[in-house]
């Protein structure tokens, strides 16, 4: 592509980005979704104005956005929230997406779906949203007992999601004869290796960053400790999410030279942000929807049940306050990239129920993307943490 397109691309959508954020302002509508939907009107599904080579750039935009992402949910898994909220983050989790799983897959079973099919929409179901999730907080000025849960929640909730789907998968695969040692070898060198990444990188980052400018990381620290984490993780083919979560765990926990540890990676994170929510919505195919089918509507409705019943369970058992548990589940409704990878995981292994699975995982995401940041963005405002306009 020519070097004037790529200029006149990046302005044109960070120009969209910032034109969302002020929407947003004014409407009180999540800026997450405003781009999202700007994305859909600039590409294929709209009037189609991207230059084709743009769509290359997704996977690295995503990568950095979603790993600082991972590095500022990782940064509140302080000491001092771990043992004031701890239980509650895993807890609510955990029983979160065990019920979510089962209501879908047995939903989806009453509903005719194929044995096989629910299973693995089960697990898939399970996936969150986390890039969504922090940037509606950011745009709410949420702050409080529930937000810091909700945050804690959606930074480990695909951990859990991805050990439960495996176990799906592994279990789908038994049905039909087929063996799943390869499935469970993956699954805990995605999950133990990405925990190794973020520890490898995090570690040293605690004791050597900080020093030059006493205080906190410079900027060009922060961008390449970011890097060297998503490189290491792709490389690697562990969960860059998971690494950039445990590196930000031990950075502020470990750093005691640190007064602002995470003040630039919040600076530089915005641009990155819009790119990839603009280019999130470019790449949607709207298609998509209509072939979703019965299963697909089953699929929306009983996500939505799931999310909603496995919140509210899992809040009753850590026992946080009742306003919060009727609200829980109604902000974890986002969903994002993660399902679609579970989806094609799904497929290389079914590739006869390809067209199914994608058809629903697809259809269901653009719906979730969509949609989903409103009631997550409503329930910061029932319990009272949204910052008042």
């Known amino acids: 592509m020519e070097i004037h397109f790529v200029f006149l691309t990046l302005g044109g959508l960070l120009l969209l980005g910032m034109f969302a954020d002020e929407l947003g302002r004014r409407t009180r509508l999540p800026r997450v979704s405003l781009m999202i939907l700007f994305g859909v009107a600039v590409g294929a599904s709209g009037f189609d104005l991207l230059p084709r080579a743009v769509h290359g750039w997704f996977d690295f ?27 509650a983050i895993v807890m609510i989790s955990l029983i979160a997406v065990l019920v979510t799983a089962a209501i879908v897959g047995v939903g989806l079973i009453v509903a005719g779906a194929p044995l096989i099919v629910a299973l693995l929409l089960g697990g898939i179901a399970t996936a969150t949203a986390p890039a969504a999730t922090q940037d509606i907080v950011k745009q709410a000025g949420a702050n409080g007992p529930f937000t ?5 929640v959606v930074a480990i909730d695909d951990a859990w999601g991805l050990i439960l789907f495996s176990v799906l998968l592994i279990t789908a695969k038994a049905i039909i004869g087929d063996g799943g040692a390869d499935i ?46 998503a490189g290491l993780a792709l490389w690697l083919e562990v969960s860059f999410l998971l690494s950039g979560m445990v590196a930000g765990a031990l950075i502020v926990n470990l750093a005691r030279h640190h007064t602002r540890t995470f003040h630039e990676i919040e600076r530089i994170e915005w641009p990155f942000m819009v790119l990839f929510f603009v280019l999130a919505g470019a790449s949607l195919d709207l298609n998509a929807l209509t072939d979703i089918g019965i299963i697909g509507l089953a699929y929306l409705g009983l996500r939505v049940v799931g999310r909603v019943v496995g919140g509210w369970s899992g809040a009753a058992v850590s026992g946080i306050p009742m306003l919060h548990r009727y609200w829980i589940g109604f902000a974890l409704l986002p969903q994002a990239g993660v399902a679609l990878g579970m989806a094609l995981v799904a497929v290389v292994h079914f590739p006869e129920l390809g067209k199914t699975l994608l058809a629903v995982t697809i259809g ?16 910061l405002r029932k319990v009272g943490e949204a910052r008042a306009r």
């Open 184 to 229: 469970l070898a993956q699954s805990l060198w995605e999950l133990g290796g990405a925990v190794a990444v973020g520890t490898v990188v995090g570690v040293p980052a605690a004791f050597l960053t900080g020093r030059l400018h006493p205080g906190e990381p410079i900027q060009a620290e922060a961008i390449g400790v970011v890097f060297l984490c």
């Open 61 to 87: 935009l995503a990568s950095a956005a979603l790993t600082m992402v991972a590095f500022l949910l990782g940064s509140r898994f302080t000491r001092s929230k771990l043992r004031d909220q701890g239980r």
């Open 148 to 152: 810091d849960t909700l945050l804690g």
């Open 364 to 379: 269901s995401t653009i719906v979730f993307e969509l949609f989903g940041p409103l009631f997550t963005q409503a329930a």
